[in-house]
Each structure stands twice: as C-alpha cells, then as structure tokens.
C-alpha cells in the first residue's frame, strides 16, 4: 500500500521560509517521479514542483523558480520542498505526489497516480 505523508507545515511570517517533507512508503521510490502541488483557498489545485530520480530533473512552476527548491533522499525515501521569501499568497494546503511516468513535462495533476493528505502552509502579511 502506496503512502505519502507530508509535514512541515505551519504558519511562517511574510518573508519566512518553511521546509516541507513528503515521507513515501509503499513505492519504488528511485523509479517514480515525486511532485509537489498546492491549493489556495477557493482555487484548483495548481503545480509547484517535480524531481525525477532517473535523471535528476526538476521542473518548477515558472512563478516560484528562486524562492522553492524541491530535493529528496532516495535512500530515505523523502522528498523535500524548501520555501523562501514566502509571501501570503503561497498560504495553501501543500500535496505530494507521485507517478511512474518519468518522460514529458508531468505538470498536470492527472498525471500523478498517488497523494498524500496534505500539509497546511499559512503565510501572515
């Protein structure tokens, strides 16, 4: 049985910064490409950030590049996301995810096969 579970989480001052974690079990790790997405209050959710372990790759939402950084421990089975000069409009439930596809640009939330429940990022201005 696959499971992610995100923490870090909490509510961090305009400027601040948080370390998100995603613990996985359950899955071939190294094999899978890992994501991080977020949803705002009364939004859709919408794509922050992916690693693919195979190659190294990582893809930002163009808006965030310079402020999050996504990193992992394959060994440990840990994905990380560092946030940065974080502002209030970061302020969303933060998911990990994971899908096996590992080529193309695996932006879309349909790509992605396993969530965790989320961690909650609040940002005061």
């Known amino acids: 049985q696959v499971q992610l579970i995100e923490s870090g989480g909490g509510l961090v001052q305009t400027g601040g910064s948080l370390r998100l974690s995603c613990a996985a079990s359950?899955?071939?790790?190294?094999?899978?490409?890992m994501a991080w997405f977020r949803q705002a209050p009364g939004k859709e959710r919408e794509f922050v950030s992916y690693?693919?372990?195979?190659?190294?790759?990582?893809n930002y939402a163009d808006s965030l590049k310079g402020r999050f950084t996504i990193s992992g421990d394959s060994a440990k089975k840990t994905l990380f996301l560092q946030m940065n000069a974080l502002r209030p409009e970061d302020t969303a439930i933060y998911y990990c995810?994971?899908?096996?596809?590992?080529?193309?640009?695996?932006?879309?939330?349909?790509?992605?096969?396993?969530w965790g429940q989320g961690t909650r990022v609040t940002v005061s201005s």
């Open positions: 690693i693919t372990w195979s190659d190294g790759r990582t």
């Open positions: 995810a994971a899908t096996p596809w590992t080529y193309g640009e695996l932006r879309s939330r349909t790509q992605y096969i396993y």
């Open positions: 359950g899955l071939a790790f190294s094999t899978y490409t």
